[in-house]
Each structure stands twice: as structure tokens, then as C-alpha cells.
């Protein structure tokens, strides 16, 4: 029996081995809902690890290392992963997201407007680049802009073009948060500022926006997190060399080095920005979830 065959047949064994003990679990009527909460918890842990098992037998890891994990194809990323790549989509991103935030400020306040015709462009909006694919703001952005104003550029050429194409994106989704936020403030906060001579205006500026943004800081940091991983959509707009993003240089690495330990990389560096900011958020989330 080949090596191959040795373990299609241990992995057999191990299924046959947690079919078995799942059947012979006594049929008793009389158990508690505790104890048949246990029993289906030790059925889930036995074939899960039946899984890991059949996978750490029949994966190839030698080849696995060589294709995926190649340190020599890792090293040759360096330094430009971190001087081009990633300074890039740090850009991209932060642009964008300061664009979509005082965008979707503008929105929010419009959307909660008394006068009708503020409140049904912010609605229009918010529906139209809420219902597109980024995509098709990036394409539109980076390709219909030039023939409907011929030889007009973007400020920042291609950095320009990625700035609003996300800002664009972003702004309707945070126009929804912070709309949000302004209504989770109790109305006695505006009462009681107009009680003291404020005008509507300086007391949304200054006592209602405030507490709205504190509010919804966990989702506009989730935002954030979107529009880092969205940026990767640059390379629509056909970029080069010195304004790649992450996505793009792993994946035009992978097709220079004819290995997949660049896409690795690349993921990876995503995942240094991506994680940290998730623990933010739920912390966030959680401190907001105790002061309620």
C-alpha cells in the first residue's frame, strides 16, 4: 500500500471510529438538556478534530511550504511592500475616508433637514452609492470622468480618482451612522440648549455632533476597515509601479515569481492593519455596551 493509500485509509479509520462512538450514545429518554448539550458538544469536538486530522494527513506539506510559505520568494518583497505597496493603500484609504467623512456629515444633516429638498437629495444619494459595487464607482470615476470633461484631472491623478471613489462609497454609508448617532442623542440636549439662547446650528455643532460621533465611532471605524480592504480596487484604473497598492504588487509578484508566497504576504500585511482595528472596535463596542 502507497503512502497516499496508507492514509486515505487511517483517515477512513478515524471517520469510522466518530461514526461509531456517535451511535453509541445510549438512547435515553430521560436525559437532562444539559447533559444532551454535552453529548452534541462531544459529537461536534470529535469530528472536528476527525477533520483536522484528515487534512493534516492528506494535505501535501512539503509542496504546501514550497508554493505558499517560500522564504526566499518572501524576502525579495521587501522593502517595497512596506515603501510602496502598503504606503499606498494607507493612502488611498485615509483620503478616502476623510472624504467620505465630512461627505457623509454633509448627508446626514441634509437627510435630518426640514426642508424637502435637502432630505431627497441625501435619500438619493444614500440609495444610488449604497446599491452600486465600489467597482463600478472606481470605473465610472476613472474612465467616463475623462469623456464627460475632456482634459479635466482629478488633483493627484490616480490618488485623486481612488480618494473620491471611496470617499464617494464611504460617505453613504456614514451618512447612515452618523444619522443615527444624531438621533440616539436624547432631543432634551437640543431643548436645553436652545432653553440658553443657542441658535439650531451652533447647538448642533457643538452639543448634539459631539455625542453623535462618540456614538458611532465603532461603526465609522468599521468603515475604515472596509475602505482598506476596497482600496484594493485601484487597480482598475490601471496603476503603476510607484502607485500600487498591496493587492496588485502581491499578485503581480506571484505572477513574476510563478509562486503564490507573495499573495500570502500581501494577505498577511492586510491582516497587521485589519486586526488590530477589529480589537478596537469591539472594545469600543463593549465600553459602549456597559456605560448603556
Not at 84 to 101: E, Q, R
Not at 155 to 162: A, L, N, R, S, W
Request: charged share 15%.
Amino acid at each position: 500500500m502507497d503512502e497516499q493509500g496508507a492514509r486515505l485509509h487511517a483517515v477512513a479509520r478515524l471517520l469510522i471510529m466518530a461514526t461509531t462512538s456517535t451511535q453509541a450514545e445510549p438512547a435515553r429518554s430521560g436525559l437532562s438538556p444539559r447533559q444532551r448539550r454535552r453529548i452534541s458538544l462531544s459529537i461536534q469536538y470529535v469530528v472536528f478534530v476527525v477533520v483536522c486530522l484528515a487534512v493534516a494527513l492528506l494535505a501535501d506539506w512539503p509542496k504546501i511550504a514550497q508554493n505558499f510559505f517560500n522564504g526566499k520568494v518572501a524576502a525579495g518583497m521587501f522593502p517595497e511592500l512596506f515603501t510602496v505597496a502598503l504606503k499606498n493603500t494607507l493612502i488611498f484609504t485615509i483620503s478616502g475616508y476623510a472624504i467620505g467623512f465630512v461627505l457623509g456629515l454633509v448627508l446626514a444633516l441634509m437627510r435630518l433637514s426640514s426642508v424637502t429638498p435637502y432630505r431627497v437629495v441625501a435619500l438619493v444619494y444614500i440609495e444610488i452609492f449604497r446599491g452600486l459595487p465600489a467597482l463600478i464607482i472606481f470605473l465610472l470615476l476613472g474612465f467616463g470622468l475623462p469623456i464627460a470633461f475632456p482634459g479635466f484631472k482629478l488633483p493627484g491623478d490616480v490618488y485623486g480618482t481612488v480618494a473620491l471613489a471611496l470617499g464617494l462609497v464611504a460617505a453613504a454609508y456614514m451618512a447612515e451612522s452618523f444619522r443615527a448617532g444624531i438621533q440616539a442623542v436624547p432631543k432634551g440636549q437640543m431643548e436645553a440648549a436652545r432653553s440658553l439662547g443657542m441658535k439650531p446650528g451652533r447647538a448642533m455643532l457643538s452639543i448634539i455632533l459631539p455625542q453623535a460621533i462618540r456614538i458611532v465611532i465603532p461603526p465609522l471605524t468599521n468603515e475604515l476597515i472596509l475602505l482598506f480592504k476596497d482600496s484594493s480596487l485601484v487597480f482598475t484604473l490601471g496603476v503603476t509601479a510607484a502607485t500600487t497598492e498591496l493587492t496588485k504588487f502581491g499578485s503581480d509578484t506571484t505572477i513574476d515569481q510563478a509562486n503564490s508566497t507573495p499573495l500570502i504576504v500581501a494577505g498577511a500585511t492586510y491582516l497587521l492593519i485589519t486586526i488590530p482595528l477589529g480589537i478596537v472596535v469591539r472594545r469600543l463596542e463593549a465600553r459602549q455596551g456597559r456605560k448603556r
